[in-house]
Structures are given as C-alpha cells and as structure tokens.
C-alpha cells in the first residue's frame, strides 16, 4: 500500500487533504476505537499530521515528555526516511507517540531497544497539542525538516521524494487492552518496530 503526503502550503490546510485510516486489528485484538488521520508536507518547513480517535474520555495518566504513553490510550506515526549521501541510516526510524494529555514520547534508533531522544528544545519543535472532545480526541504534530536532517543528514525532500511509515492505536493496559495498524504487520510477535512492514509514502501535488 502506499500514501500520498500532499503538499500544501501551511498546516491549515492539512485536513483538505485525503485522510489515512488505521483499520488492522493486531494480535487478538477485537475491536478498537475507530482511528484516522492527515498527514501533508510544507516544503522547506515540516511534515504536518493530525490524528483523530473516536473514544470518549481515553485513558490519559501520563502528562510529561518521554512518559510510557503507550500505556495509556495513544495514537502513534513511525517514519523511516533515507538519507541522500548515505545508506549507513536505512533502517533508522522516529517514533512519536502521544496521549489526550498531549504527552509526547519522541525517539529514533534502529531497533525497538537502545531509543535515543531528543534535546528539550528539539522536542519542544514538535509542537504537540492534543484536544479531547465530546465523542473524540485529536492530536496534532510538526515534524520540522530540521530535525529529520539532524538525524538523517540532506534529505532533498520535496514533490516526488519517497519515505516509509505506519500509524498505530494502542493500548498496553489490559483492561482496555488493543492493537491496530494503518499497514498490516505479519507477524506474530507483538511488536510496533517493524519497519519491514512500513508503507511507501511519496510526496505529491494533489
């Protein structure tokens, strides 16, 4: 499967753009609140995403960076990008992963083990802001081109330019216990850090 990223030209326009669905349950999971989300490209500046979680009063405890989210009701975007001079990083990837309390936890490395995060400040440059509504909750993140180069070195990203992700919902906790994914994972051992089944994602004028 693969995803258009469309270009816009700032992030309000971000919600014009097609919506991706996360619709794979995982690992025994049942039934899981209904997830989807946008994600658009303002050249020279950042990767702008929104994400929406049709769940009334989500599980949210953690409210500090870098706190086990994912135990609470989180949604979640892993990127994978590769630099241009160099294959050394290919199976680098970002994990970001928030709350309703808008609690960010932020990191990249190569295996789900030995993460590495960012500086307060750098941190600071997602921009997270989480909303919870009525029958829904939302967040919404900048991925700042700076920061993808400060990891990855030149990326040359623009119209054209191809990189990998998925989208996931998740709950640890086992009362509210779930699993899904916007790409399928085949495999069995539960696990969010497989990069192998990443979707293609290319940047596009729609």
């Known amino acids: 499967m693969k995803l258009d990223v469309g270009m816009i030209e700032r992030k309000e326009e971000l919600t014009k753009l097609p919506p991706?669905?996360?619709?794979?349950?995982?690992?025994g999971t049942e039934s899981f609140p209904k997830m989807y989300g946008y994600l658009g490209f303002v050249p020279e500046d950042a990767f702008y995403l929104k994400m929406i979680c049709e769940e009334v009063n989500p599980l949210r405890r953690y409210k500090r960076a870098n706190e086990p989210v994912y135990q609470d009701s989180a949604m979640e975007a892993f990127l994978m990008f590769e630099p241009v001079r160099s294959r050394l990083a290919k199976e680098l990837y970002l994990n970001l992963e928030v709350n309703a309390n808008g609690a960010l936890l932020a990191g990249y490395g190569t295996k789900r083990t030995y993460r590495a995060?960012?500086?307060?400040?750098?941190?600071?440059?997602?921009e997270?802001?989480?909303?919870?509504?009525?029958k829904?909750?939302?967040?919404?993140?900048?991925?700042?081109?700076i920061l993808l180069e400060r990891i990855y070195g030149s990326l040359k990203l623009g119209e054209g330019s191809y990189f990998t992700c998925n989208f996931y919902k998740i709950s640890e906790?086992?009362?509210f216990e779930h699993y899904a994914s916007y790409a399928p994972i085949h495999s069995s051992v539960p696990s969010f850090h497989v990069p192998e089944f990443f979707a293609d994602a290319e940047i596009v004028k729609l």
């Open 128 to 134: 997270c802001h989480a909303e919870i509504h009525e």
């Open 20 to 27: 991706f669905h996360v619709e794979n349950a995982l690992w």
């Open 117 to 126: 995060y960012f500086t307060g400040a750098e941190h600071a440059r997602f």
């Open 173 to 175: 906790t086992k009362e």
């Open 136 to 145: 829904d909750w939302s967040a919404e993140l900048r991925i700042p081109i």
